[in-house]
Antibody, heavy 116, light 108 residues
Framework: EVQLVESGGGLVQPGGSLRLSCAASGFTFSSYEMNWVRQAPGKGLEWVSYISSSGSTIYYADSVKGRFTISRDNAKNSLYLQMNSLRAEDTAVYYC?????????WGQGTLVTVSS | EIVMTQSPATLSVSPGERATLSCRASQSVSSNLAWYQQKPGQAPRLLIY???TRATGIPARFSGSGSGTEFTLTISSLQSEDFAVYYC??????????FGQGTRLEIK
């Protein structure tokens, strides 16, 4: 069974940093592209970042470029999102999602709250 | 950026009836469109990809149609578990994936 489990969310002050993790199981993690998608409270879905299966190709939404860094460790079956210079508008549930063109499996999400 | 517009924002339908949800793209996305279902407190679940292909395990009462800029998700006979928020997503402009704002399907 495919499972994606996010962790690392919490309350952080504006300008602070946080590192999210996504632990994958039930599939060959190193064969799949992965993404982070977020959802602000009561709002819709916003794509945040993409990483290829090897980690060699990375993309970011303009809203997070220069502040967020996506990475992966295929030996540990894990995906990461390093978030720096956090802003109030980054408050959201962050989901990791496996990509097969579309997003076929999602984690349960981890809540990031940016507030003083 | 390709803007996805869903209508209506809220749809009220009785159980057993048919629901039709619409999604329009600001420019052609070919058939590179997916539909997701999201229930409160849960992650989105993939329903349809390639505009009309049901994902694994999705009941046959869910169907998708359309291409280019106009798409439809139809639920043929609503069950209680189908009341949720539905999102369309284009991946034609990959990696600049964009989602619609969602349609809330509620019990009438």
């Amino acid at each position: 069974e495919v499972q994606l489990v996010e962790s690392g969310g919490g309350l952080v002050q504006p300008g602070g940093s946080l590192r999210l993790s996504c632990a994958a199981s039930g599939f060959t993690f190193s064969s799949y592209e992965m993404n982070w998608v977020r959802q602000a409270p009561g709002k819709g879905l916003e794509w945040v970042s993409y990483i290829s299966s090897s980690g060699s190709t990375i993309y970011y939404a303009d809203s997070v470029k220069g502040r967020f860094t996506i990475s992966r460790d295929n030996a540990k079956n894990s995906l990461y999102l390093q978030m720096n210079s956090l802003r109030a508008e980054d408050t959201a549930v962050y989901y990791c999602a496996r990509e097969s063109g579309q997003f076929d499996y999602w984690g349960q999400g981890t809540l990031v709250t940016v507030s003083s | 950026e390709i803007v996805m517009t869903q209508s209506p924002a809220t749809l009220s339908v009785s159980p057993g009836e048919r629901a039709t949800l619409s999604c329009r793209a600001s420019q052609s996305v070919s058939s590179n469109l997916a539909w997701y279902q999201q229930k409160p407190g849960q992650a989105p679940r993939l329903l349809i990809y390639g505009a009309s292909t049901r994902a694994t395990g999705i009941p046959a009462r869910f169907s998708g149609s359309g291409s280019g800029t106009e798409f439809t998700l139809t639920i043929s006979s609503l069950q209680s578990e189908d009341f949720a928020v539905y999102y369309c997503q284009q991946y034609n402009n990959w990696p600049r994936i964009t989602f619609g704002q969602g349609t809330r399907l509620e019990i009438k």
